[in-house]
């Protein structure tokens, strides 16, 4: 079992930034898939970013260009960096892994059967 801890969620104004960190209890060792994915109040979870093994990442439309997501293997952490956030980015963090080999990236994103491990979340408050 692997377990995900998400943590740097806050409440910031508009325009400013923040950086998400999710830290894995397992190095994953071979073909792999993480992301981040968030959902605001009333809403439906969205996927915002995401990384793969073999070095893929993909960004939603709504955060390209302002989010970077990154890995470090050596601490078993991936990071979301987030800048320019706007109301609109207002919600609930989280990452996901999944390490039974079955997401992959084709047609410019990455394709999985739903993520097998799932943090509880950090929440994000975007206000003035």
């Known amino acids: 079992q692997v377990q995900l801890v998400e943590s740097g969620g806050g409440s910031v104004q508009p325009g400013g930034s923040l950086r998400l960190s999710c830290v894995s209890s397992r190095y994953f060792d071979s073909w792999y898939c993480m992301g981040w994915f968030r959902q605001a109040p009333g809403k439906e979870r969205e996927e915002i970013a995401t990384?793969?093994?073999?070095?893929?990442?993909n960004y939603a439309d709504s955060v390209k260009g302002r989010f970077i997501i990154s890995e470090d293997d050596a601490k078993s952490t991936m990071y979301l960096q987030m800048n320019r956030l706007n109301t609109g980015d207002s919600a609930m963090y989280y990452c996901a892994a999944d390490t039974r080999g079955i997401c992959y990236a084709r047609d410019g994103r990455l394709h999985y059967n739903g993520m097998q491990y799932w943090g509880k979340g950090t929440l994000v408050t975007i206000s003035s």
């Open positions: 990384i793969d093994s073999q070095g893929f990442i």
